[in-house]
């Protein structure tokens, strides 16, 4: 899982890149010697990955509680149905011009916070942070997968390594945002939803208890024993 979390954040950071690049570009540091704006940068960076860590461990804090209670079948379902729901609402974002206004509507006011911070003294950090919780197709993976983690800390532990498998490319495009953005004009808006729907369909098929290897494991196996407390 941790090799899956740091490669899942390099490669996901491609998308990142691209749709982050403008508001990495529109950071208020133009002008500032390099060591200062390379700063800045990581700790926006920091903040950003801080947050991926929180959400990680609300991912693990509720799979340590379906294992507890034997609910990993239910939670991998629910899952896999968020995520193929999430596929068609991308899929649909796109000929349906009131998706894409009410999208815009619910990030305004967290993209007003962000400016609010950068302009204020240490507020990358801050600033970071709340630019952890902007929708991400990418991030939304990470924490399906978080969810499969056991305990609390194992998914504290994948966010922050997928968070850190996004560093590279992110700083990269919050120095030189524009560049990375035309360098990197692939067909994410069409591939994105593809991988929810896969996605969606292997969490299904891995809590339907199927005793398919790899693909749907028995969670269960006949004639085991449950202990209760």
């Known amino acids: 899982m941790t ?43 920091a903040g950003r990955i801080l947050t991926y860590g929180f959400l990680g461990l609300l991912a693990g804090l509720i799979s340590s509680g379906s294992v507890m209670k034997g ?35 619910l990030v305004a006011p967290l993209l ?17 942070m709340l630019n952890g919780l902007l929708p991400c197709g990418m991030v939304y993976l990470a924490l399906a997968s978080a969810l499969s983690t056991g305990s609390l800390l194992n998914g ?11 560093l590279p490319l992110m700083l990269t495009a919050g120095i030189a945002g524009s560049f990375i953005k035309n360098k990197l004009r692939l067909r994410f ?4 939803p593809m991988l929810f729907l896969v996605m ?12 398919i290897p790899f693909l ?8 085991a024993i449950h202990c209760k407390p």
Request: aromatic residues 14%; charged residues 10%.
């Open 3 to 45: 090799y899956l979390a740091f490669f899942m954040g390099l490669l996901g950071s491609l998308h990142c890149a691209v749709m982050c690049g403008p508001l990495m570009l529109a950071l208020p540091d133009k002008g500032k010697p390099p060591l200062t704006l390379l700063f800045h940068r990581l700790l926006y960076q």
């Open 71 to 105: 609910w990993q079948q239910q939670i991998s379902i629910f899952t896999g149905i968020l995520l193929l729901a999430m596929g068609v609402y991308h899929l649909a974002g796109r000929h349906i011009p009131a998706i894409a206004q009410r999208q815009q509507a």
């Open 112 to 128: 007003n916070r962000m400016g609010y911070w950068l302009y204020r003294p240490g507020g990358n950090f801050m600033a970071g």
């Open 156 to 166: 504290a532990q994948f966010m922050l390594l997928f968070g850190l498998g996004t």
């Open 189 to 192: 808006n069409t591939w994105l």
């Open 200 to 211: 969606g369909c292997w969490f299904v098929l891995r809590g339907a208890n199927l005793d």
């Open 216 to 223: 749907s494991p028995l969670l269960y196996p006949e004639g």
